[in-house]
């Protein structure tokens, strides 16, 4: 079995990893990294290409993956997962792209511009499919921040390798179900040669907080927030689950839901079609910047406080919507205390950090009442991690997703458990082999 460290491997994005087993070879995402390119959810890569986007990093550099490509495997539909599909899936014809409804539809989306001729497969979790004679990818369904995430295990003749990128162990999800524990369990038991697993949060201390304290502080929040001012919330357009819980608060509360934003547009209707997400009555979304325009209009005009915009720009990104408002760009004018809440946390990485001070400071300055951290990350804790690593008790562990201050992180973790760097833990960088 080798194993391409493609993309991801000294950064948080820009995930990609083929594997080679007996001269055939899968691929397991095709992702952005999406502090190249400025914006999240919203970007548009459209007009780039494909040299152009590997020279700048945005996308993996795929000189390195070798052998017959059967197919490429993606585990759930965040962008620094498939963003880079639409560009490079088309180097490889003949392979099927296998991923679950959700996420097909979302390369459905991205395809408007960058026609591909590779054929969709869907694979839903606790699913099989074979890709050659003697290799089959299955799903197992695990809980993120966005609906059918997946650890993809594919079963070999060299054995079995788990890719548990990215994920979370919550058991009281608000939407979907809990992760299926007792079937990592199973393959634990059966045996695992290798682990691919992500690391963004390795080195927060204890387990991730369920979606259900999210809601909870949310609640909270709205439900003490001044009834005379003007509300906005900001939070992750493919944060579907976080999206359900704001809009139903806010309908319970009397208030309008409105989701604005290409993005939140594109997230929402596909897990509206899916029946995946059960929109409140009265909830309105406009994607459009004309219709964005236009409702804030009629919001100013009928009184702020009948309604909840909830935008794009929790990252501070310079054109998404909550910027724009902030910069007075759109009829919504940010007033003395007017209340702002962050359902988001920062993406680690000094962009992020410093778009969302300015972002911040310029709240402040407007006058402004924030309230932040409404919001539990979609991303494995320690503790998470350790409950994994005894359930697979793999032979082998490469840590993926991360900087190499994160993936050393998750050595000293495995090192805990008995397993040594260089013996059956792999620190790589992009681009590098790892032959089992």
Same mark, same amino acid.
């Given at each position: ?174 939407? $979907?179900?809990?992760?299926?524990? &007792?079937? +990592? ?5 059966? !045996?695992?040669?290798?682990?691919? /697993? #992500? ?113 794009? $720009?929790?990252?501070?990104?310079? &054109?998404? +919507? ?5 910069? !007075?760009?759109?009829?919504?004018? /940010? #007033? ?101």
């Amino acid at each position: 079995m080798k194993i391409t460290t493609v993309g991801g491997y000294e950064e948080v994005g820009r995930n990609m990893t083929a594997v080679e087993v007996g001269g055939d070879t899968f691929i397991i995402d095709m992702g952005i990294r999406l502090d190249r390119v400025m914006i999240h959810e919203d970007t548009d890569i459209s007009k780039m290409g494909q040299k152009e986007l590997i020279e700048k990093g945005i996308v993996p550099d795929i000189s390195k993956v070798k052998g017959n490509v059967k197919a490429i495997v993606l585990g759930h539909g965040h962008l620094d997962h498939i963003g880079a599909v639409a560009k490079l899936a088309k180097n490889y014809k003949s392979a099927p792209i296998i991923g679950t409804s959700y996420t097909l539809e979302l390369i459905k989306h991205e395809m408007r511009y960058s026609k591909i001729p590779n054929q969709l497969v869907t694979l839903e979790q606790g699913e099989t499919t074979d890709i050659t004679s003697k290799i089959s990818i299955e799903f197992v369904r695990v809980t993120h921040s966005i609906p059918q995430s997946t650890m993809c295990v594919a079963h070999t003749p060299e054995g079995v390798l788990v890719y548990a990128n990215d994920f979370k162990l919550d058991d009281t999800p608000i939407i $979907g179900k809990k992760p299926d524990y &007792d079937r +990592l369990k199973k393959l634990g038991s059966d !045996g695992v040669k290798a682990l691919i /697993i #992500e690391s963004v949060s390795v080195e927060s201390e204890g387990r991730t907080p369920s979606e259900e304290i999210a809601q909870k502080l949310v609640e909270d929040t709205l439900l003490k927030s001044d009834p005379d001012r003007g509300v906005l919330i900001t939070t992750f357009s493919s944060q579907i689950a976080r999206i359900s819980s704001i809009t139903e608060i806010a309908s319970r509360m009397g208030i309008t839901p409105l989701l604005l934003g290409r993005s939140m547009e594109k997230y929402t209707s596909i897990a509206e079609s899916l029946n995946i997400l059960d929109l409140p009555g009265g909830t309105q979304v406009y994607g459009d910047q004309k219709s964005i325009k236009k409702i804030l209009e009629r919001v100013v005009r009928e009184g702020k406080e009948k309604y909840l915009p909830i935008v794009t $720009g929790h990252q501070g990104e310079a &054109d998404a +919507l909550l910027s724009r408002i902030t910069a !007075g760009k759109l009829p919504y004018k /940010i #007033e003395r205390d007017d209340q702002v809440i962050f359902s988001s946390g920062v993406i680690p990485n000094p962009i992020n950090v410093a778009n969302r001070y300015a972002l911040e400071t310029k709240l402040h300055i407007l006058g402004a009442r924030l309230f932040k951290d409404a919001h539990v990350s979609g991303h494995a804790s320690k503790e998470d991690h350790r409950d994994v690593l005894k359930m697979l008790h793999p032979e082998n562990i490469i840590p993926c997703h991360g900087n190499l201050t994160m993936l050393a992180s998750y050595a000293e973790l495995a090192e805990d458990l008995g397993y040594s760097i260089d013996k059956d833990v792999y620190l790589r960088r992009n681009g590098q082999e790892i032959v089992l």
